[in-house]
């Protein structure tokens, strides 16, 4: 449906305020923080800047809730998601418009989000009426047990800026469909999507309580105090490895379970019997969705020594290709980065590669303002020891490094904390499955340049996190298992 709002009417409409006990308020302190268009560096508007008092509230509130939400029929939280999906589908327009404004993305991509973001509502009101629990006799023939599952209570999502949508319905989602109430804490730089979540999510009928939403420029000072109270039962994050530890570190304090999606360093690993068409398509999928800012991104693009030229060339060739520019803009393939410090770090991994013997087979460069553009780049024969290869690059930025054998690449891939998602291009089956099994990694895209739906469980190894998000798994990090013994006499 096409948008019927101009984008400062959109803004406009969009609530600015915390959401507590089903109330829009200003918070404590009525400060506020600044939404920046990273497309021209402009402040879009002021929204409402919790202290540590609104989170406080915003506890209690979902505390108070926890209880008359776990005992709703599963078919009404269910019907709550369905409207929930239908109402968010039917307002695409407006809300990829939003998500290109605060975040930057090109809008055909702030459209597949929106779709995706919806999309988990749709398969978490499916999953809403499949809890079950288990009955059983001990082996011994004398006792039976009674499984029950139940919300794990109260929870805490954290989410971060660059799937604005998406990462808060692929937590919302099993939430509702549990039975917990949820305190949102979306990241600052990109709020406006939730807070217009929350709004769509009142629209279906969700009761007032369940779902708080506070947005804060500190978020150390206002969620540590959360995960000490003892009335979190869970935190949900998705975001840094760095910020992952830290409040990984305070959940032990109070023994809270977490799901932690953290961050990735992902191989693209391509064999010389692989079809080239598909693997630099995938690459550039991999590599370009979001403007590289994906904690999927290839990050090390591994290419046999055989086919290393030509990957290169016809890579840059498709990356020299892409238009940069504003995300509003019809004919936008790539938009800005979130921030200055982004795009600085971003040319310091360059600068770095190149002085370590990369060269740069297309871009390299930061694009003068207003915005933080990057232009699309290619690097080949870069070594090893480039920083780059060991962090999260999270811009539009290839690294390709040759390679000569399948056991010395299955090693250089591994070796690294990270292990989110690994990508291998190959025809020949034998080498698909074993590089499948021996990559040290929760995903692997086979032949495809993405792994993201729903219906699968997404999740990493190593520092990239703990437990998975989506499929059939998604809901029980948001169940807790009872079990009940019950001797039977005579
Ligand atoms: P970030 O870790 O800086 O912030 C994530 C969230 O944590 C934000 O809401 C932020 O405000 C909050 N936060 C920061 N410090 C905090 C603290 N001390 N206490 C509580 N909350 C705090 O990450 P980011 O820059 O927003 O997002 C990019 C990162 O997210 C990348 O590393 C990326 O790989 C990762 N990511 C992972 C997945 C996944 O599914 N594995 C998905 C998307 C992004």
């Given at each position: 449906?096409?948008?019927?709002?101009?984008?400062d009417?959109?803004?406009?409409?969009?609530?600015?305020?915390?959401?507590?006990?089903?109330?829009?308020v200003?918070g404590?302190?009525?400060?506020?923080?600044?939404?920046?268009?990273?497309?021209?560096?402009?402040?879009l508007?002021?929204?409402a800047?919790?202290d540590?008092?609104?989170?406080?509230q915003?506890?209690?509130?979902?505390?108070?809730?926890?209880?008359?939400?776990?005992?709703?029929?599963?078919?009404?939280?269910s019907?709550?998601l369905r409207?929930a999906?239908?109402?968010?589908?039917?307002?695409?327009e407006?809300?990829?418009?939003l998500?290109t404004l605060?975040?930057?993305?090109?809008?055909?991509?702030?459209?597949g989000e929106?779709?995706y973001?919806?999309?988990f509502?749709?398969w978490?009101s499916?999953?809403?009426?499949?809890?079950?629990g288990?009955?059983?006799r001990?082996?011994d023939?004398?006792n039976?047990i009674?499984v029950m599952?139940?919300?794990v209570?109260?929870?805490?999502l954290?989410?971060p800026?660059n799937?604005?949508?998406a990462m808060?319905?692929r937590?919302i989602?099993?939430?509702?469909?549990a039975?917990?109430t949820?305190?949102?804490?979306?990241?600052?730089q990109?709020p406006?999507?939730?807070?217009?979540?929350?709004r769509i999510?009142?629209?279906?009928?969700?009761?007032?309580?369940?779902?708080?939403?506070i947005?804060?420029?500190?978020?150390?000072?206002v969620?540590?105090?959360?995960?000490?109270?003892?009335q979190?039962r869970?935190?949900?994050f998705?975001?840094?490895?760095?910020?992952?530890?830290?409040?990984?570190?305070?959940?032990?304090?109070a023994v809270?379970?977490?799901?932690m999606?953290?961050?990735?360093?992902a191989?693209?690993i391509?064999?010389p019997?692989?079809?080239?068409?598909?693997a630099?398509?995938?690459?550039?999928t991999?590599?370009?969705?979001n403007?590289?800012?994906?904690?999927?991104?290839?990050?090390?693009?591994?290419?046999?020594?055989?086919?290393?030229d030509?990957?290169?060339?016809?890579?840059?060739?498709?990356?020299?290709?892409?238009?940069v520019?504003?995300?509003t803009?019809?004919?936008t393939?790539v938009g800005?980065?979130?921030?200055?410090?982004s795009?600085?770090?971003i040319?310091?991994?360059v600068?770095?590669?190149v002085?370590?013997?990369a060269?740069v087979?297309?871009?390299?460069t930061?694009?003068?303002?207003p915005?933080?553009?990057?232009?699309p780049?290619v690097?080949?024969?870069v070594?090893l020891?480039?920083?780059?290869?060991?962090?999260?690059?999270?811009?539009?930025?290839?690294p390709?490094?040759?390679?000569d054998?399948?056991?010395?690449?299955?090693r250089?891939?591994?070796?690294?904390?990270?292990?989110?998602?690994?990508?291998v291009?190959t025809?020949?089956?034998?080498?698909?499955?074993?590089?499948c099994?021996?990559l040290?990694?929760g995903?692997?895209g086979?032949?495809t340049?993405?792994v993201?739906?729903p219906?699968a469980?997404?999740?990493?190894?190593?520092?990239?996190?703990?437990?998975?998000e989506?499929?059939?798994?998604?809901i029980?990090e948001?169940?807790?298992y009872?079990?009940?013994?019950?001797?039977?006499?005579?």
């Open positions: 449906m096409p948008t019927t709002l101009s984008a009417e959109l803004i406009a409409s969009v609530p600015k305020h915390l959401l507590i006990g089903g109330r829009w200003a404590a302190t009525r400060r506020t923080l600044a939404v920046d268009d990273p497309a021209t560096g402009t402040v508007c002021e929204i800047d919790a540590v008092e609104d989170g406080r915003a506890l209690d509130a979902a505390f108070e809730a926890q209880d008359g939400w776990a005992d709703t029929p599963a078919r009404e939280r019907d709550i409207r999906y239908e109402i968010i589908l039917s307002r695409t407006d809300l990829a418009l998500m605060e975040m930057g993305k090109p809008l055909a991509e702030a459209r929106v779709a973001a919806a999309e509502f749709r978490f499916e999953e809403a009426v499949r809890v079950d288990g009955f059983s001990t082996p023939g004398r039976r009674l599952r139940q919300p209570g109260p929870c805490l954290i989410t800026w799937f604005p949508l808060g319905t937590k989602g099993p939430a509702i469909a039975g917990c949820m305190v949102l804490k979306p990241a600052p990109t406006l999507s939730s807070l217009a979540l929350a999510l009142q629209e279906a009928g969700l009761p007032d309580g369940v779902l708080q939403v947005t804060t420029s500190r978020p150390g000072d969620v540590a105090p959360l995960l000490r109270s003892g979190i869970k935190l949900s998705t975001g840094s490895t760095q910020v992952g530890r830290v409040l990984l570190a305070q959940c032990a304090e809270v379970r977490t799901s999606e953290l961050g990735g360093n191989p693209f391509v064999f019997d692989a079809d080239l068409d598909l630099v398509e995938g690459a550039m991999a590599k370009m969705r403007m590289g800012e994906a904690c999927t991104a290839a990050n090390r693009l591994f290419v046999h020594r055989r086919i290393a030509e990957f290169g060339w016809r890579l840059a060739a498709r990356m020299r290709s892409l238009r520019g504003a995300g803009a019809d004919d393939d800005p980065l979130i921030d200055e410090a795009r600085r770090k040319s310091a991994l600068n770095d590669a002085s370590r013997g060269r087979l297309t871009g390299g930061a694009i003068e303002g915005g933080y553009f990057y232009s780049t690097l080949t024969e070594d020891s480039s920083e780059m290869l060991k962090t999260e690059i999270f811009g539009p930025v290839a390709i490094v040759a390679f054998d399948e056991a010395e690449i299955v250089t891939a591994n070796a690294t904390d990270w292990g989110l998602v690994g990508y291009f025809r020949d089956i034998d080498r698909a499955l074993r590089l099994e021996r040290d990694v995903m692997v086979l032949n340049g993405l993201s739906t219906a469980p997404f999740g990493g190894v190593k520092q990239s996190g703990l437990g998975r989506g499929g059939r798994v998604g029980e948001f169940l807790e009872k079990y009940v013994a019950i001797p039977v006499r005579g």
